[in-house]
């Protein structure tokens, strides 16, 4: 029986066979339902669900939750028996706590009674999903936004970077931009987060971002419940905040500088060839125009060295972006469990928890 690879994002969980080639078996929401029962009604005719988010800005915050979904992924989902589990990979996102790492490694092999485990760094994972051990992702998920360098295979932590925005928090600046032009109509969240995927771009520069501001084509949109809206300038703020974080009220400068800044405080000898293999993932870096606008500003940056993106090989699936971390860990998969370079319910009984420092890395 293949790995399992489980790739466990805020907003999506992505789990599936050790297949390198293929998307995952099983993309799902990371959201659970907790069913809160009123003590005093005796018949159970009062019930609440309560939704539940077991993976908040890319860490695992309600364990409870995070053991019901994989208990659903793995036995249900991809059909693994009680009493005959197989191996498992988990992508580790940038800078997990080890704690955190500790407690996984601990629920997979008490709870779950799998007969092997490893985690990887998702930095690293992804640039093995297109060819290289060496370069630098810029990951733009759904509740946090990492940049990091990575060399021979190994996370450059000294010089990466982690901020808490990401997917969502641009979804509730499209909320906030359409309330203004449409103010008599109260859109749901979920609703703003499809009018992004289908309508957010990126302008192709600042300047050209500053005249859609001027002047704009509409679009009307007719939203589940018959209501209409007008989407102008809206959709170009967006994919402009990731270069201009003042738009989200941040103090920091934009994607492709802080990546320049990020390898700067590395060996120079190492810039061109971290600088010249840097690979965007991520469901939002999937916005209509976001790689053109990259690659400008990159061209135009006064490193003397400049961010050059790598384009995935063609054998590999058109969600690459969105799957490089998934796809990287089935690569890896398929590396570390035949060699035994995975921890085994032997090593985990002898070393206890603390074995995935060791021997995860």
């Known amino acids: 029986m293949e790995a399992v690879v489980v790739d466990a994002g805020s907003k999506l969980l992505k789990a599936g066979f050790a297949a390198p080639d293929q998307d995952p078996a099983m993309i799902i929401p990371t959201k659970m339902k907790r069913v809160i029962e009123d003590a005093n009604v005796s018949d159970g005719s009062s019930l ?49 706590p080890k704690a955190a790492r500790e407690r996984l490694v601990q629920l997979m092999f008490e709870t779950f ?5 490893y985690a990887s760094e998702q930095a690293v994972l992804s640039l093995y999903a297109v060819g290289r051990i060496s370069g630098c992702t810029v990951d733009i998920g759904h509740g946090k936004m990492d940049i990091a360098p ?21 979804t509730n600046l499209l909320a906030r931009e359409l309330q203004k032009s449409n103010p ?17 771009c990126c ?22 419940d018959g209501q209409v809206i007008t989407i102008e300038r809206e959709r170009y703020i967006v994919g402009e905040a990731l270069f201009q974080p003042s738009i989200l009220g941040l103090e920091e400068h934009g994607i492709v500088e802080q990546l320049v800044r990020s390898i700067s405080s590395l060996l120079s000898e190492n810039h061109r060839q971290l600088l010249e293999n840097t690979v965007l993932c991520g469901g939002t870096a999937l916005i209509n125009g976001f790689e053109e606008r990259f690659q400008r500003e990159a ?3 006064s490193s003397s060295i400049r961010p050059s993106l790598v384009k995935p090989p063609e054998y590999m699936p058109e969600n690459l972006s969105k799957n490089s971390a ?20 032997g090593d985990y009984d002898e070393s206890g928890p603390s074995i995935v420092h060791k021997k995860c890395f």
């Open 113 to 117: 009674n799998v007969s092997g485990f």
């Open 48 to 96: 609440e669900d309560i939704a539940v988010d077991p993976v908040v800005r890319g860490f695992i915050k309600d364990w409870d939750a995070m053991e019901d979904l994989l208990r659903y992924v793995l036995y249900t989902g991809l059909g693994w028996e009680e009493g005959n589990e197989g191996q498992i990979l988990f992508t580790d996102p940038l800078s997990t």
């Open 150 to 170: 990575v060399f021979e295979g190994a996370v450059q932590h000294i010089a990466s970077k982690r901020f808490e925005i990401g997917g969502i928090d641009l």
């Open 326 to 345: 998934w796809m990287g860990g089935a690569i890896l998969a398929k590396v570390v469990f035949p060699q035994n370079q995975h921890i085994s319910k």
């Open 203 to 224: 302008a192709e520069d600042q300047v050209d971002y500053e005249e859609t501001q001027k002047s704009c084509t509409s679009e009307k949109h007719t939203l589940p």
């Open 299 to 301: 061209n135009l940056c």
């Open 184 to 200: 008599s109509v109260n859109i749901d969240i979920s609703e703003v987060e499809k009018l992004k995927e289908q309508y957010a």
